[in-house]
């Protein structure tokens, strides 16, 4: 008897052994449907349903933890920053940094190179300009070496190629107008008088704004806002009544570039509404477009009006190969300077970017005196001084008080 219940004891624990290791077998060899459902039991079903298997199959676990902690850490890192940018504390990565400190850094580092590019472009520019009096078509090869920039970095595959259509074609024109007139304005404006000066005028830019806007946009800023223009109209008065280089071209071509740069602004508003959720279309992308554009705009201008010149410098002693690569490094700057100039207003505010451009025109101005020795009159230095301030003013005050079409 004992041996007997001793065998019957033993079936029984064979059999449910068996059939407890061909569920296993069974449940391993249809892995794709037990992740499935695994992902439903372990979402809405309590967990002592579960099948061993599941808890013993690392496949399961490490595919579903990989796509659930891929999609956590993606809403954690914008619930970090949304909630750092509208005042509260904000939470750490995985890793231990702060997602607001990165991006802070990451948009420091942007601002930091528009500063340097922008600065060595200038300076290299003017030197050219002194070498090489045909601002017409320096502007144009300027344009050229970037739009052959950037169509490198697309065949090489270092950058993401824009979806290119007639529509987006047709929408880039304006803004590519606007930029090439006030690109070859501002070259030709450098050409005549001290950089200082035209930045100086350049720092008016937002007159113009305020006017483009109220007449296409319909947009009226409020009252004090206008008021810190009088100090932006003001500085730049005196300081062309008292600039030793100034010419009425210079001054001119100055004026025209901010009109020019106004119509670009405004104009990409509204035309570009419809691509604002295309991917391919980044910052770099939608600059080098406006580039390519530019450049076949510029071309038959420049060959009308300057034609050929020869590649000879005005200045004695500056050889063939020297001018020429004066030429290509103040192009490959003028690139360079712009297309991090989309990046830092890609990740900042306008207003931000506007503050940013004050500060960046500060640096320029200086250190276009200090480097090329430009003689600067008192009252010449007052009026720069004013209009700068009316410039940071005007950012502040377009910020911090709603414009009519806000408050509708």
């Given at each position: 008897?004992?041996?007997?219940?001793?065998?019957?004891?033993?079936?029984?624990?064979?059999?449910?052994?068996?059939?407890?290791?061909?569920?296993?077998?069974?449940?391993?060899?249809?892995?794709?449907?037990?992740?499935?459902?695994?992902?439903?039991?372990?979402?809405?079903?309590?967990?002592?349903?579960?099948?061993?298997?599941?808890?013993?199959?690392?496949?399961?676990?490490?595919?579903?933890?990989?796509k659930a902690s891929?999609?956590?850490?993606?809403?954690?890192?914008?619930?970090?920053?949304?909630?750092?940018?509208?005042?509260?504390?904000?939470?750490?990565?995985?890793?231990?940094?702060?997602?607001?400190?990165?991006?802070?850094?990451?948009?420091?580092?942007?601002?930091?190179?528009?500063?340097?590019?922008?600065?060595?472009?200038?300076?290299?520019?003017?030197?050219?300009?002194?070498?090489?009096?045909?601002?017409?078509?320096?502007?144009?090869?300027?344009?050229?070496?970037?739009?052959?920039?950037?169509?490198?970095?697309?065949?090489?595959?270092?950058?993401?190629?824009?979806?290119?259509?007639?529509?987006?074609i047709k929408a880039?024109?304006?803004?590519?107008?606007?930029?090439?007139?006030?690109?070859?304005?501002?070259?030709?404006?450098?050409?005549?008088?001290?950089?200082?000066?035209?930045?100086?005028?350049?720092?008016?830019?937002?007159?113009?704004?305020?006017?483009?806007?109220?007449?296409?946009?319909?947009?009226?800023?409020?009252?004090?806002?206008?008021?810190?223009?009088?100090?932006?109209?003001?500085?730049?008065?005196?300081?062309a009544a008292t600039?030793?280089?100034?010419?009425?071209?210079?001054?001119?071509?100055?004026?025209?570039?901010?009109?020019?740069?106004?119509?670009?602004?405004?104009?990409?508003?509204?035309?570009?509404?419809?691509?604002?959720?295309?991917?391919?279309?980044?910052?770099?992308?939608?600059?080098?477009?406006?580039?390519?554009?530019?450049?076949?705009?510029?071309?038959?201008?420049?060959?009308?009006?300057?034609?050929?010149?020869?590649?000879?410098?005005?200045?004695?002693?500056?050889?063939?190969?020297?001018?020429?690569?004066?030429?290509?490094?103040?192009?490959?700057?003028?690139?360079?300077?712009?297309?991090?100039?989309?990046?830092?207003?890609?990740?900042?505010?306008?207003?931000?970017?506007?503050?940013?451009?004050?500060?960046?025109?500060?640096?320029?101005?200086?250190?276009?005196?200090?480097?090329?020795?430009?003689?600067?009159?008192?009252?010449?230095?007052?009026?720069?001084?004013?209009?700068?301030?009316?410039?940071?003013?005007?950012?502040?005050?377009?910020?911090?008080?709603?414009?009519?079409?806000?408050?509708?």
């Amino acid at each position: 008897m004992p041996q007997a219940a001793f065998v019957s004891l033993s079936c029984s624990l064979f059999s449910k052994q068996h059939r407890w290791t061909a569920l296993s077998r069974n449940k391993t060899q249809n892995v794709t449907s037990s992740h499935i459902e695994g992902s439903k039991k372990l979402l809405g079903t309590p967990r002592f349903t579960l099948s061993r298997s599941k808890f013993l199959n690392p496949l399961h676990l490490s595919t579903n933890y990989y796509k659930a902690s891929s999609a956590s850490n993606k809403a954690g890192i914008r619930a970090a920053v949304d909630k750092s940018e509208s005042g509260g504390s904000p939470q750490k990565s995985s890793v231990g940094v702060s997602p607001t400190l990165v991006h802070t850094l990451k948009v420091g580092f942007y601002f930091f190179l528009w500063y340097f590019f922008n600065f060595i472009f200038n300076i290299a520019n003017k030197r050219t300009l002194n070498m090489w009096k045909y601002p017409w078509v320096l502007s144009t090869i300027q344009l050229g070496v970037g739009a052959l920039y950037c169509t490198v970095l697309w065949i090489l595959g270092l950058r993401t190629k824009p979806n290119v259509s007639k529509k987006l074609i047709k929408a880039l024109i304006w803004p590519s107008l606007g930029h090439t007139l006030g690109h070859a304005a501002t070259c030709m404006s450098f050409s005549l008088v001290a950089i200082s000066f035209t930045h100086v005028v350049k720092s008016a830019e937002p007159v113009f704004g305020a006017i483009g806007s109220a007449l296409v946009l319909g947009e009226f800023f409020h009252p004090l806002t206008y008021l810190t223009l009088v100090p932006i109209v003001s500085g730049v008065a005196l300081s062309a009544a008292t600039e030793l280089t100034f010419t009425w071209t210079g001054f001119i071509t100055a004026m025209i570039s901010n009109v020019a740069f106004v119509t670009r602004n405004i104009t990409s508003k509204f035309t570009m509404v419809d691509f604002k959720n295309e991917k391919t279309l980044i910052a770099q992308n939608t600059y080098a477009l406006i580039t390519i554009i530019s450049f076949f705009m510029e071309l038959p201008f420049a060959l009308l009006m300057e034609g050929f010149p020869p590649l000879v410098s005005a200045i004695s002693g500056v050889s063939k190969a020297k001018l020429f690569g004066s030429i290509m490094f103040c192009s490959l700057f003028y690139h360079l300077y712009n297309e991090v100039s989309y990046l830092c207003l890609d990740n900042v505010s306008p207003v931000s970017f506007s503050i940013g451009n004050t500060i960046k025109r500060v640096i320029i101005i200086f250190g276009s005196i200090l480097v090329f020795r430009t003689p600067v009159t008192r009252l010449n230095f007052i009026g720069s001084t004013i209009a700068i301030i009316g410039t940071m003013l005007y950012s502040l005050a377009k910020a911090k008080l709603p414009s009519k079409r806000e408050k509708q």
